[in-house]
């Protein structure tokens, strides 16, 4: 958007005033903190905001507070399930009166208002703020009667029913984790529509250090304060027993709980007393003031939550995780999800399994350790996870649902020659490595340490897909050596796409050396510049190189484009790299080639938002658009669909290869090489060989779309090394192309076209739409789901057991990461692999190697965040069972599901389950191992124990009696006891384990 554009437009709609939002909030708005921050936030942005707030005697019922307009309306029948509804319509009626174009409803109660609301004002946005993971929320039932606790049980199903079927009246989500998040927009199918606004406290500078905890309880300086800041504190919810029975009367440490009264404050008084734990402290709720004052006095934060029954715990993030940073204290968590994401990530401090006896006082020693250097850490990370920068994500999701939603802006923007409008000025953001920032791009996000979706896809597609420098000239020998294999006794062994360009020159180039005779095929669509035509002569010539030209029908393909043109999708090119695709497919078919190697370069080209493009190989799309829109019919189009896209790949067999992966593709070094080879001609742009795609790429798409593709082609060279961001920022400061040159192009492809200036300017300013909103492939994918859904199931069905053994004698490993820290597993996979072969397969930790050796050990890291969903399951058993292991040895209730869905496609492999790893901190052995089976051994695991499980090995023989009912059921069971000693704090007897654990084995190897 051009300044003087953005200037009028401000003054158009100055600080979006005309904007009405109703916030509505299921309390009295007195300490919540959260709706005040978003609220302050929406009124200094200038929009027009009402909230809406829980009545109470003694608060005014309308008032305005910090500029927010406050009317307390609703009573306490807000809150009775049963005749709630009549209540809601009732108070519906009131809010309607304000005529709210946004009606942002936090938590689930006012989501349904909200609904009420927008059935009677359908054109209103409904934003669902869920402050945690409502249907998984846990109740506190204790002190309850057996009857209302049973009333308690069915109004909360209820509730949550509600919930579920509210969320199809639901446009936008905002939640307080990226775990949440990602679980919200699959259950209430949001369709990537949550926003992610974490709980980050304001930023505040330390005024005071004064040692107001250790004052209060006369605590000796030679102590180090463990502080643990809740609002209330409830039994067998957040882990606190644990924390005080490892904490408590340690020397060194004194351990204080800032909490207010109620919940389980009493219980857990009366509990340290009769511990006799002297070293324990209650401290008084703190004003919102003094809470940074008051923490910075103490050493370190504890976050024990430790909770995986319940997902709203075990995926959510904390406010007194940024309570704490903001205090500047060291953190001691639980390895959570998400704790784990900010903590270690950013070394704010330690993280440790909660399953492990003793580890939060173990974690504490090793946080003591470096506590210096961790302080420097929290200190140097508070403006980052502070509110002042968290606040830009609530201002973007505002300013997307103005640009996308408000169709009264559309008359305005159609009179300013602008239709994607955004709003980003005021919360300008940039990502600290490339050059995309949230005005170029709407749907851009970033994660704590600023790097945007863009770059960090870029790096997991690298890791993963990307052949390495070091086996790059091993596989491109391999490659053309099947090439000629592939081409033997034949005219050409590869196909080459040539379109005058620098990589398909580059290509054409590199296979002659290499020795290959290609075909060159070039589409001719009718749009070469004269200097393309002269680049590809050079390239024939200079090379030898055979040429097939594939020309499009002109009358036909002018009126392809055109109805892409009237039909207002970004993807303006589809239909000429459909026909390109389809010509090289057909060419190769026809003359029995094998290969087809491309120009493209993932390394190069591997970042492009989602909605600058679209699929290829929708000949769907392109059919639904030129029949709406065109006046011909598509005779001698090339065609190439997913059907005959699949036919060719799979039945007649041709690959198609980015020859570019193979080699080290210096964009500068190979624009040197063509030049001085063949005298190859620059053009100034990418793609730039094409005219009508120049003038797509230089006017169609920043004038109607607000699209610059040079940020996408100079982010990923800078992503790749080739380009630093200060060249790359001086480029996109020169004009995209020569005011002289667009002029002339722009009076030629309107001729060309046939068009006059009128109806080119009609079609510039016809309303934008998506792909999706004339019939294409995903449109008839999303119709036939349940179908496919079913196909896959019945072929996962038919491919069980379907791999063998291939690895005799070796294991398979299956483990967390995080528990490769503990002395004793390693221990015991250290004795199997005396005996045998083993590889360990763990969970990937960005502070690691996906590969590594640990005590002579070597460790695969695959498995992603997340894996514990079904389709990752099947997706890393599918890997595993294909590697054909012997046996799979799984610590952990998730990995061993991993681990009986290998047993499914590999019937022959031994599973052993290995829980030693999850003993209680619990004096009572016997209660010990009945919460484990609780909590871990659901009714359908304990199914497939039965089925699929061969060994379970154990900490002591005593669970074995609790947990007789996974042991029993076992085709061949067995029960290995690793510890001979009755207390589980005694180290285990590794020279007896070692023969047991080989006797296993052996056994397992020794079958027939």
């Not at 506590?371 to 980052?384: E, F, T």
Request: with cysteine; hydrophobic share 35%.
């Amino acid at each position: 958007m051009k300044d003087s554009e953005r200037t009028l437009f401000s003054n158009l709609f100055r600080s979006n005033a005309d904007i009405r939002v109703a916030m509505l909030c299921d309390n009295e708005f007195v300490m919540d903190s959260r709706i005040y921050r978003e609220a302050t936030t929406l009124v200094k942005a200038g929009y027009q905001l009402t909230l809406f707030a829980v009545k109470r005697n003694d608060l005014p019922e309308s008032e305005i507070i910090d500029g927010i307009q406050v009317k307390r309306i609703f009573d306490q029948r807000l809150f009775h399930f049963i005749n709630s509804n009549s209540y809601l319509k009732e108070v519906a009626e009131h809010i309607k009166n304000y005529t709210p174009h946004i009606l942002h409803c936090h938590d689930w109660i006012m989501l349904h208002l909200g609904v009420i609301i927008k059935k009677q004002l359908p054109k209103t946005i409904l934003i669902y703020d869920s402050h945690e993971l409502f249907h998984s929320w846990p109740r506190h039932y204790s002190s309850l009667s057996l009857d209302i606790v049973v009333k308690s049980w069915i109004v909360r199903k209820l509730e949550v029913l509600r919930e579920w079927i509210d969320r199809k009246h639901i446009d936008y989500i905002i939640t307080v984790s990226q775990s949440i998040a990602d679980h919200l927009n699959k259950y209430l199918n949001a369709k990537n529509r949550v926003a992610l606004i974490r709980n980050f406290a304001e930023f505040e500078e330390i005024t005071v250090r004064e040692d107001f905890v250790r004052n209060k309880f006369n605590i000796p300086v030679t102590d180090k304060v463990i502080v643990l800041f809740a609002y209330l504190i409830y039994r067998k919810k957040r882990n606190i027993e644990q924390v005080i029975d490892e904490i408590g009367n340690r020397p060194g440490v004194s351990f204080v709980i800032f909490c207010k009264n109620g919940g389980h404050k009493n219980y857990f008084m009366s509990l340290i007393k009769d511990k006799g734990f002297t070293n324990i402290y209650f401290h008084e709720a703190i004003p919102a003031d003094k809470i940074v004052n008051y923490l910075a006095s103490c050493d370190v934060g504890i976050i024990p939550t430790w909770n995986k029954k319940h997902l709203s715990y075990w995926l959510g993030l904390e406010n007194k995780l940024f309570h704490y940073i903001m205090s500047e204290l060291p953190i001691l968590a639980s390895a959570q999800p998400e704790h784990k994401n900010i903590i270690e990530g950013h070394k704010l401090g330690v993280c440790v399994n909660a399953d492990q006896q003793g580890a939060y006082w173990y974690g504490l020693k090793e946080l003591l350790k470096n506590i210096d250097q961790y302080k420097k850490n929290v200190a140097g990370s508070k403006r980052l996870f502070s509110w002042d920068t968290e606040k830009n994500n609530l201002l973007n999701l505002y300013n997307r649902i103005i640009t996308e939603q408000f169709s009264a802006y559309e008359p305005m923007s159609k009179l300013l020659g602008i239709q994607s409008i955004n709003f980003n000025n005021t919360s300008f953001k940039e990502c600290v490595r490339c050059v995309f920032n949230n005005d170029i791009d709407r749907d851009i996000y970033f994660n704590e340490s600023g790097l945007c979706n863009h770059c960090v896809a870029y790096d997991s597609f690298i890791s993963k897909r990307i052949i390495k420098d070091e086996d790059k000239s091993r596989e491109l020998e391999l490659l053309i050596n099947n090439i000629k294999k592939a081409g033997k006794g034949k005219k050409y062994d590869c196909i080459i796409g040539v379109s005058g360009g620098l990589d398909s020159t580059y290509v054409a180039y590199l296979v002659k050396q290499y020795g290959l005779r290609p075909l060159a095929v070039h589409c001719d669509n009718g749009w070469n510049s004269e200097q393309a035509v002269k680049n590809i002569e050079r390239i024939i010539s200079g090379l030898g190189i055979d040429l097939y030209t594939h020309v499009i029908n002109w009358e036909e393909f002018r009126d392809i484009q055109l109805s892409y043109l009237k039909a207002s999708v970004v993807d303006v090119e589809a239909p000429s790299d459909h026909a390109i695709f389809a010509s090289m497919y057909h060419v190769a078919k026809k003359y029995g080639i094998k290969y087809i190697l491309s120009g493209e370069s993932s390394a190069t080209e591997g970042i492009l938002p989602e909605s600058w493009n679209y699929l290829k190989f929708d000949l769907i799309n392109i059919k639904g658009i030129q029949g709406r829109f065109g006046t011909k019919r598509l005779e001698t189009f090339p065609k190439l669909g997913y059907a005959r896209r699949l036919y060719y790949k799979k039945i007649i067999n041709i690959k198609y290869v980015k020859f570019l992966d193979y080699v080290n593709y210096i964009k500068t070094e190979a624009k040197k090489t063509v030049t001085e080879a063949l005298g190859w001609q620059d053009y100034g742009g990418k793609h730039y060989e094409s005219i009508i795609t120049r003038f797509y790429q230089s006017y169609i798409l920043p004038k109607k779309f607000n699209i610059d593709k040079r940020y996408s082609h100079f982010s990923t060279l800078i992503c790749n090394g080739q380009l630093s961001k200060d060249e790359a920022k001086r480029l996109l400061s020169l004009p995209i192309i020569e005011e002289r040159l667009a002029i002339e192009d722009r009076k030629y492809i309107i001729k060309k076209f046939g068009l006059s200036d009128d109806e080119f300017e009609s079609i510039m300013n016809a309303p934008i739409k998506k792909h999706t909103d004339y019939p294409s492939f995903i449109g008839l994918i999303r119709k036939y789901r349940p179908l496919i859904n079913l196909i896959k199931y019945i072929a996962r069905r038919r491919n069980s057991g379907v791999y063998e053994i291939k690895r005799k004698n070796c294991v398979a490993v299956l483990i967390n990461d995080v528990d490769l820290n503990n002395p004793d597993t390693i221990k015991e996979i250290q004795i199997i692999n005396s005996l045998t072969s083993v590889l360990i397969i763990s969970t990937r930790e960005k502070s690691r190697p996906d590969e590594d050796t640990i005590q002579g050990l070597f460790v695969k890291r695959i498995f992603e965040n997340g894996f514990d969903k079904q389709s990752k399951i099947n997706l890393y058993s599918d890997i595993i069972a294909r590697m054909g292991f012997e046996a799979i040895h799984c610590f952990g209730p998730e990995m061993i599901q991993i681990g009986i869905r290998i047993k499914q496609l590999n019937k022959s492999v031994t599973l052993t389950y290995d829980i030693t790893g999850f003993n209680h901190n619990n004096n009572d052995t016997k209660s010990a191992c009945k919460d484990q089976e609780d909590d871990y051994i659901s009714p359908l695991m304990k199914r497939n124990y039965k089925k699929y499980v061969d060994y379970l090995i154990l900490l002591d023989s005593s669970f074995s009696k609790i947990n007789s009912s996974a042991i029993v059921l076992n085709k061949r069971p067995l029960c290995l006891s690793l510890n001979n000693s009755q207390d589980p704090f005694d180290l285990i007897n590794w020279d007896k384990s070692a023969v047991k654990l080989l006797t296993l084995y052996n056994n397992i190897f020794s079958r027939p």
